[in-house]
C-alpha cells in the first residue's frame, strides 16, 4: 500500500503517563521493529530484485536503517575514537566521522525547517541527546529479557 502525506490529517494519542510505562512502549516498539526486519526485509529484497521494483527496495532499506538516534551514537563513538587514537599518531579517516555527522545535522535541520515547528520545534530536539541517553539505557538495561507476551501500555485518559 503507498503511502501519502495528508496535510489536513490530525492523529491524537495519548503518551504513556510515566517512565516506567514510557519504557514498557519503548521496548515494545522497538522489539516490533526488529520482528519486522527479519520478517519483511528478505521477501522485500527479493521481490525488488525479481520485479525490478525501486519502491519495495526504498521500503527494505527504510527497515534496514536503524533509527537516528543509533546512527548519532555511532558516529560520536567513532568520531571519539578516531580522535583518541589522532592523539597516539594513529592516523584515521577523521574527516569521514565529521561528514557523516554533519549529514545527519544537515537532515535533522531540514527536517526541523519543513516541520514549521519554529522555535518551540528547535529547543525541543534540545532534548535529543536525552532522548537518546534514555533509549540506551533501555536497549542495555533489558539485555536478555525476551517478551513473553503483548501488555498494552497503561494510558491516563481516553482520547
Known amino acids: 500500500m503507498r503511502v501519502e502525506y ?21 521496548r515494545r516498539w522497538e522489539s516490533g521493529r526488529r520482528g519486522l526486519v527479519r520478517q519483511h526485509v528478505p521477501r522485500l529484497l527479493l521481490q525488488a530484485l525479481k520485479q525490478r521494483d525501486r519502491r519495495l527496495l526504498d521500503l527494505a532499506i527504510d527497515l534496514v536503517v536503524p533509527p537516528l538516534g543509533q546512527l548519532v551514537t555511532v558516529v560520536v563513538i567513532g568520531l571519539a575514537v578516531s580522535l583518541l587514537a589522532m592523539r597516539f599518531g594513529a592516523t584515521t579517516a577523521i574527516w569521514l566521522w565529521f561528514a557523516a555527522l554533519l549529514g545527519i545535522f544537515a537532515h535533522v535541520f531540514r527536517a526541523w525547517v519543513v516541520s514549521g515547528t519554529g522555535r518551540p520545534g528547535l529547543f525541543a530536539l534540545l532534548w535529543s541527546p536525552v532522548y537518546i541517553v534514555w533509549k540506551l539505557t533501555l536497549r542495555f538495561h533489558d539485555k536478555g529479557l525476551t517478551p513473553d507476551e503483548w501488555v498494552r501500555t497503561t494510558r491516563g485518559a481516553q482520547l
Open 6 to 26: 495528508v496535510p489536513e490529517a490530525i492523529v491524537r494519542g495519548h503518551m504513556a503517563p510515566t517512565e516506567r510505562t514510557a519504557r514498557s512502549q519503548r
